[in-house]
C-alpha cells in the first residue's frame, strides 16, 4: 500500500517517522489534553511503547532503551544487518 501511495518502497526512515507520530499520538492520548507540558511528561515516562521498529521505554536521559538493527551497506546495497539489543 505504502509503495501504491507514494511511489517508493518503505524504508527504516519511513518506519521511524511512523513510530513518532504515533509515539506522540500515544502521549496526547495517555494525557488526554494537548497542554505542551503535560504531553512532554507523558512523551518523558513513556514505558512499552510498541511500535513498528520496535518495543521502547524512555530512559532518563530522553533517549529510548531499544533494540536497533544496524545495516551494512556496500555501494548504497544492504549487504548486512546486525540486531544489537540494549544492556
Known amino acids: 500500500a ?3 501511495k507514494y511511489g517508493t518502497e ?9 513510530d513518532l507520530g504515533k ?5 496526547i492520548g495517555r494525557v488526554g489534553s494537548t497542554d505542551p507540558d503535560a504531553i512532554k511528561d507523558a512523551l518523558a515516562s513513556t514505558e512499552n511503547f510498541a511500535g513498528v521498529t520496535g518495543t521502547f521505554t524512555m530512559g532518563a536521559d530522553h533517549n529510548p532503551i531499544k533494540s536497533i538493527v544496524v545495516i551494512g551497506l ?3 546495497v544492504q549487504t548486512t544487518s546486525v540486531k544489537v539489543d540494549p544492556q
Open 10 to 18: 518503505p524504508n527504516a526512515f519511513h518506519a521511524l517517522g511512523y
Open 74 to 76: 556496500v555501494d548504497g
Open 2 to 4: 505504502f509503495k501504491e
Open 23 to 27: 509515539y506522540i499520538a500515544d502521549a
